[in-house]
């Protein structure tokens, strides 16, 4: 046991002279070399340096640290990168997004659909309230506030229905719009560009 601890004191001593040993080299703000022992100082981190060992070679290199410019382009790059990672995972081909890009279209136009089916309705209710109204007014009695009441409440829900209409179709152009970029990428991806 007492060899053993003995060698480790004995390593632990080599392991700190090595430490001590290391040189720090890196250019101060005057362009001037400098070679420390202490280690960087923080004003001098950022710029890069180098690490010596006794001997005098380069055990280390720390590169300079990103600018602004880099580090934007970095994170695009990995951004870019995560997104064609996503790419690959959801499509193993063009075909794969042409398929996806059918169905969303179709669920989309189905919707669509539905909602200027449920406009139409309104539309047609809208109009035999108006005759109802119209009816009234040429019996010469006034036409009930409920009826008038109704026939408001109709024209609100035609509006929201066509504004939902535009937003879907709206999303329809998005969706042509991000399929289409991501078949373009797909295909540089895999090879597959046409």
């Not at 060698?7 to 070399?33: F, I, N, P, S, T």
Request: proline fraction near 4%.
């Amino acid at each position: 046991m007492r060899i053993g601890s003995g060698l480790l004191l004995l390593l632990g001593m080599l392991g700190a002279a090595a430490v001590q040993a290391e040189l720090y080299r890196y250019v101060d703000d005057k362009g001037v070399v400098v070679l420390n022992r202490q280690g960087v100082p923080p004003q001098h981190i950022g710029k890069g340096y180098e690490v010596l060992n006794a001997q005098g070679r380069v055990t280390r290199v720390v590169p300079p640290a990103p600018t602004p410019e880099e580090r934007q382009r970095l994170l695009e790059a990995q951004a870019r990168a995560t997104s064609d990672a996503q790419l690959l995972r959801l499509y193993a081909s063009v075909e794969d997004v042409e398929r996806a890009k059918v169905r969303k279209l179709s669920e989309l136009d189905s919707v669509i659909g539905i909602t200027r089916g449920n406009l139409q309705s309104l539309r047609t209710q809208q109009a035999n309230l108006q005759s109802q109204a119209a009816g009234h007014e040429r019996a010469g009695r006034t036409v009930p506030e409920q009826l008038v009441t109704q026939i408001d409440n109709l024209s609100k829900e035609q509006a929201s229905l066509r504004r939902d209409i535009e937003r879907y179709r709206q999303a329809r152009k998005q969706a042509e719009s991000s399929f289409a970029r991501e078949h373009q990428r797909v295909g540089e991806l895999l090879g597959q560009s046409q």
